[in-house]
């Protein structure tokens, strides 16, 4: 089991930077890939970034790519999503995810469990 606690969500001007942060509480985080997802008003959720239990191997959007990363930091428990250059189309409800499984996915239906979630809004 993994319980999820997202922060660091708020208002920001268009070419700003934000970081959000993934608490996690349970014996499964060390072994767990962890992402991060999007969901916009009105649209389905999307893939921003993932990372690999080592913090080895991560994998990006196309979206974030250059412009997002996602160091964890096991000995806390935690996840960051690192977000510069934001734009109007970054705005969406972030959502912490984890996943107990081989390989860093960025297919939400991997993974097992879900924080609440933390809204970001870039305004233009």
């Known amino acids: 089991q993994v319980q999820l606690v997202e922060s660091g969500g708020g208002l920001v001007q268009a070419g700003g930077s934000l970081s959000l942060s993934c608490a996690a509480s349970?014996?499964?985080?060390?072994?767990?890939?962890m992402g991060w997802f999007r969901q916009a008003q009105g649209r389905e959720r999307q893939f921003v970034a993932a990372?690999?239990?080592?913090?080895?191997?991560?994998t990006y959007a196309d979206s974030g790519k250059g412009r997002f990363t996602i160091p964890r930091d096991n000995a806390r428990n935690t996840v960051t999503l690192r977000m510069s250059m934001l734009t109007p189309e970054d705005t969406a409800v972030y959502y912490c995810?984890?996943?107990?499984?081989?390989?860093?996915?960025?297919?939400?239906?991997?993974?097992?469990?879900w924080g609440q979630g933390t809204q970001v809004t870039v305004s233009s």
């Open positions: 995810a984890a996943d107990i499984g081989t390989v860093v996915s960025n297919n939400s239906a991997s993974y097992e469990y």
């Open positions: 349970g014996r499964s985080f060390g072994t767990s890939n």
């Open positions: 990372v690999g239990w080592s913090g080895r191997s991560k």
